[in-house]
């Protein structure tokens, strides 16, 4: 006989191309079809997203402005040589100064933000059901503990601590303060030990046993029911700090100009401005100080050397007198007054530099460029001394004496009044120091809470539960690699697809009605070949019928059977409606439930089992109990009988052969409803008989691997395998095959007995 199709299955090609394009059709098709799994997880995140908003507290912000102003240094009446040493205060500068330990240090402790005390909520959902009681607790009244739990807070609760402090053992441990009555209270520990008793209003003071370390407590205020249970600790200072510098905003308005915009958000409005304004005023008050102390250290300078420069001019004084006295009145020539003019102001000059340098000299080093710059003044209008003091040697001795006697003089007379000028100067700018940061806008108390971010939230957790559903949808497409076109399986396979059995919803309503049905056997039918007889489902199967038609042209015997890779494809949907459609041809047919494990072509017939094909081979029935006539669909029908213990052998049996060699005179093709090849032995023995074998591939079911494996071992068995039926494709969409069907396939073939060995559905999942 001449085979329709005898070619072997190729081994897969590495450079087949159906996967190296980017199909937009199958990427759409994907996600509509996993849109219900994309809308759940999208639904989630939004849940999610609104439950994150009712859990979020309000938090209120506070902000205040400094300006810093550019003020001299008081040794500027000096020189202008200080404009070296200062410069104009940096804002950044500034803002580090106002972010030190120094600074927000003294904040911290002032305020007491290293102490933490409260309430004890009940895990997640405790804060926002407190915040709720809260905003509408308007007697201030403490609520009802919910579910019997006393000892969460549940709203209204409130605690002051003024002070507290504990050994270095349990700073930072969280401490259990339980609510007494009439303002009694106990703390405890982390091992439930009780470390002090009080009352509210009364500081305490408490040894630990065997040890003299000490626990000091004050509560000011204690608003809770008996039993509520509140979380104390006592931070690390370091930490608070750390805490404070990281929830505190701190910015220049603009570029250069000086002003500094200071904000800080926290829960509680009163706590936000009283914090802010703490910490300006401490960098004011830090300010000031610091000004007041640079005055004080030239003060302390100044007062030094005006003794040393009033005998210097009372020794240049006397000395000049006494040479007047001695020589009698001298006129000097006008050359000589100019010498002398010149030299009392270099000299004079000469003189402050030096001073300005034995101050620096105790706040920087000799290599700093501050004393190096003037070094290099000092050594420049020491040149100009010597230079003019070569031109008073030139002049007659009395005219050099007189000279140097009254520049002496006048020099030292000079100095002594700038310093002195300086010291009253510097005198009175300490008293009324002001320094030169001064508060613009101080914090007041915020009425509104920071805008939420609650719609962005949910927003955001919409499209990010749109993207993970998306994301999961193609994962799963990627390791679930069914293949879900037929011309995939031709290509690889080398074996012919017969028909593309469309999606029938009408055959889903079918189903349903059948499990609804349950077990009583009516003589219903459930066949979409006769419910249904325009379905494009019953139309691809009567395009199989013609293909059937030519292929028999030259077939050895009448018999077709039908069979698969794995359950629940539809190979009972293909058999009996195929027999229907054949029938409805005018051809006599017959269809025998060969499936000796798992059956279940009789329910969906409305037919019980017995008398079926096992007991035919066995030989306890005859032909005639075994063949049921069904009406409606003129088909005749053989159910698989009673459910053997060795299938296998039994259809190896050789009455089983004859048995379909009578059969065959009698009919014009035989239908036999195999098991699935991967699963059991059977379809290979049922298959050697046979003239044609239809391979049934379930759209989207099947990894192409597992297709080979299974025509291959067809082959292996001496099936000829005629053409391959694709069933259950969904209706295309984008101009491609549908996607997304039979996700989450296994490698794991269970095929055990209905009856006495394994319970599975009545049905092989017929669409």
């Known amino acids: 006989m001449t085979n329709l199709q005898s070619d072997t299955p190729r081994q897969p090609n590495q450079q087949d191309d159906e996967d190296e394009n980017l199909d937009l059709g199958a990427l759409i098709a994907t996600i509509l079809n996993e849109k219900y799994l994309i809308a759940s997880v999208a639904l989630i995140f939004l849940a999610l997203g609104v439950f994150k908003t009712q859990l979020t507290i309000p938090s209120y912000k506070a902000d205040a402005m400094v300006q810093i102003e550019e003020k001299s240094n008081a040794l500027d009446a000096l020189s202008g040589v200080m404009e070296l040493m200062d410069s104009p205060p940096l804002a950044l500068t500034e803002i580090e100064i106002i972010k030190s330990r120094q600074i927000l240090g003294a904040a911290v402790k002032e305020l007491h933000l290293d102490i933490v005390a409260t309430p004890k909520y009940f895990p997640i959902i405790g804060k926002a059901i407190a915040r709720r009681f809260q905003a509408k607790n308007l007697t201030q009244q403490v609520s009802t503990p919910l579910f019997g739990l006393d000892q969460y807070a549940w709203g209204g609760e409130k605690i002051q601590l003024d002070t507290f402090s504990v050994p270095d053992s349990l700073i930072g441990k969280e401490l259990v303060l339980l609510a007494g009555e009439q303002g009694h209270f106990t703390l405890k520990d982390e091992d439930d030990q009780t470390l002090l008793e009080g009352e509210v209003g009364k500081p305490i003071i408490k040894k630990l046993d065997n040890s003299e370390d000490t626990i000091s407590l004050f509560i000011s205020s204690l608003k809770a029911r008996k039993g509520t249970q509140f979380t104390v600790t006592r931070k690390p200072l370091l930490s608070a700090i750390t805490e404070l510098d990281k929830s505190l905003t701190i910015a220049e308005k603009g570029k250069k100009t000086g002003i500094l915009s200071f904000s800080i958000e926290d829960p509680s409005a009163a706590r936000a401005a009283k914090i802010l304004n703490q910490v300006t005023n401490n960098y004011v008050k830090q300010n000031v100080e610091q000004k007041s102390k640079e005055a004080q250290t030239t003060l302390e300078f100044l007062d030094k050397q005006l003794p040393t420069v009033k005998e210097q001019l009372e020794a240049a004084t006397t000395a000049l007198n006494e040479f007047r006295t001695e020589k009698g009145s001298i006129d000097l020539t006008i050359e000589t007054e100019q010498i002398l003019k010149s030299v009392v102001e270099i000299t004079g000059q000469l003189t402050l530099l030096q001073q300005q340098k034995d101050e620096l000299r105790g706040r920087f080093t000799e290599a700093h460029p501050t004393v190096v710059a003037l070094d290099k003044q000092i050594a420049r209008l020491q040149a100009q001394i010597n230079s003019s003091d070569k031109k008073i040697e030139i002049l007659p001795e009395t005219q050099q004496v007189i000279l140097r006697l009254t520049r002496d003089a006048q020099v ?4 002594y009044t700038a310093l002195l000028n300086s010291a009253q100067t510097l005198r009175v700018a300490k008293a009324g120091t002001v320094g030169n940061v001064r508060i613009i806008d101080g914090a007041v108390l915020p009425t509104e809470p920071v805008e939420s971010k609650n719609k962005l939230i949910i ?20 390791l679930h690699r069914g293949v879900e076109n037929p011309d995939q399986i031709e290509k690889h396979l080398h074996i012919p697809v017969y028909a593309t059995i469309l999606h029938s919803n009408a055959q889903e309503e079918l189903n349903q009605k059948r499990k609804k049905s349950g077990k009583q056997l ?18 691809s199967l009567r395009s199989l019928r013609t293909t059937l038609h030519f292929a028999f042209l030259e077939a050895k015997n009448n018999i077709i059977m039908i069979t698969g890779p794995s359950p629940e494809i539809g190979k009972s949907f293909i058999a009996i409606n195929l027999a229907v459609v054949l029938a409805d041809a005018g051809k006599k047919i017959l269809l025998i439930d060969g499936d000796l494990r798992r059956g279940s072509c009789n329910k969906s017939l409305g037919l019980n089992r017995e008398n079926g094909l096992s007991d035919l081979i066995s030989n306890t029935i005859t032909l005639e109990n075994a063949i049921r006539h069904i009406t409606a669909a003129n088909i005749d029908f053989i159910p698989t009988g009673s459910i053997p213990p060795n299938p296998s052998e039994l259809l190896m049996h050789e009455r089983f052969i004859e048995l379909l060699e009578t059969l065959g005179k009698n009919y014009d093709h035989i239908i036999i409803d195999s098991p699935p090849i991967l699963a059991v032995t059977d379809a290979g023995i049922i298959g050697r008989i046979a003239s044609a074998t239809l391979m049934v591939v379930k759209s989207g079911q099947h990894p192409m691997r597992e297709l080979e494996v299974c025509a291959k071992r067809l082959t292996q068995t001496g099936v000829d395998v005629k053409g391959i039926v694709f069933n259950d494709l969904p209706e295309r969409k984008s101009g491609s095959y549908g996607y997304g069907y039979g996700y989450g396939y296994g490698y794991g073939y269970g095929y055990g007995y209905q009856y006495g060995y394994k319970k599975s559905n009545d049905v092989d999942s017929d669409k």
Do not use: C, H, Y
């Open 412 to 415: 030292s007379s000079e100095l």
């Open 522 to 539: 009516t003589g219903q039918n459930f066949i979409l070949a006769l419910q249904d007889k325009d379905d494009l489902a019953i139309e």
């Open 459 to 478: 927003a955001v957790s919409l499209v990010l539960g749109f993207i993970v559903g998306v994301g999961i949808a193609f994962i799963r497409k990627a």
